[in-house]
């Protein structure tokens, strides 16, 4: 197959799992010899860039823009990108996080990346019919990428998206940059723990993890990566549930790896996700995991030995057995849990668009 010509457009670089899978999905197309460039409209960067990998910040989206955002900004903004894009001359544009400018833009190969399930984002009637119609204006007639078959299947059933073409397409993965970066030193805990990673947001649902872990009765501590908004209220219930000492508030790490592969096992309980890749690189870390059965992606990624290890989304109960039977004894992780996922099964998709 030919070479194709790449460019990803997202809004900055700060330290989320979206981010970070653009930047792997689009240094991975490079080291297969497509040309690619990834576009910035903030210089934010929290994560590391890969080695040789083109960036270029717009710096488009300021303090400026933000002070008179409205549609006549919006659209500047996409003659910024537009011209940047008839320099470069790709044959995919791949817009992520920054579709609200990005649908200015009319370009052939031009497909919006959906990473996360709308239709799980909200409880509230109003809020959630707002959101519906607001994705049906940006993508109604458009191509459309979907990270997973559960937020393809949720774009078109519960949205009620028409786009003009849809498919679900996977991050794509390597095993070895994983393993590389789970060697590296760092002050990980020593002896038996199990782990959450994930920002510290109500979608990440800490409480439901908090009492489940303590319903579970195991006496292995728990750590908790991240950081975010929600952090003095998973303080406090720390305490409100007397788990001082049990569970342990790590941070944020750059790097979470080292940390991945010397847990007992990995713990997932948000109320929405898009493919959760925490829940890849963990397994590929050969790192088992439990996780409630979210919209969308657990029940994607929890196959085979692991299934059991799907819990309902508001069964606490199941959810601290779930921990309870993981922590006494843990899943061997083998390749076929996480093949599907992998850069030679994926890669391949995106250089077909």
Known sequence: ???????FVIKDLYGGGAERSLLYTADAL?????PVRVILLRDFVEHEIPEGLDIQNLAIHNRLTRAFNNMLIEKWQAKRIAKELEAFAPDVVLSCSADKITRHIRHPGLYFWIKSDISAKFTDPEKRAKAFAKAKHFYDGRRVIAVSQGVKDNLLEVVGLEPASIQAIY?????APFLELARKPLDVPGGDYLLHVGSFEPRKRHDRLLRAYRESGVTTPLVLLGKGESAPRIRAMIEELELQGRVILGGYQ???YPFIAGAKALILTSDAEGLPRVLIESL?????VVSVDCPSGPREILTGSLADFLVPLEDEAALANAINRMDAHPVRVEEAHYRLFL???V???FEAL
């Open 1 to 7: 197959m030919p070479a194709k010509r790449f460019v």
């Open 30 to 34: 490079r080291r297969r010899g497509n």
């Open 171 to 175: 991050n794509p993965y390597e095993r």
């Open 254 to 256: 750059t790097n979470p």
């Open 284 to 288: 590929m870390l050969e790192t088992p």
């Open 343 to 345: 850069k030679e099964t």
């Open 347 to 349: 890669l391949p998709q």
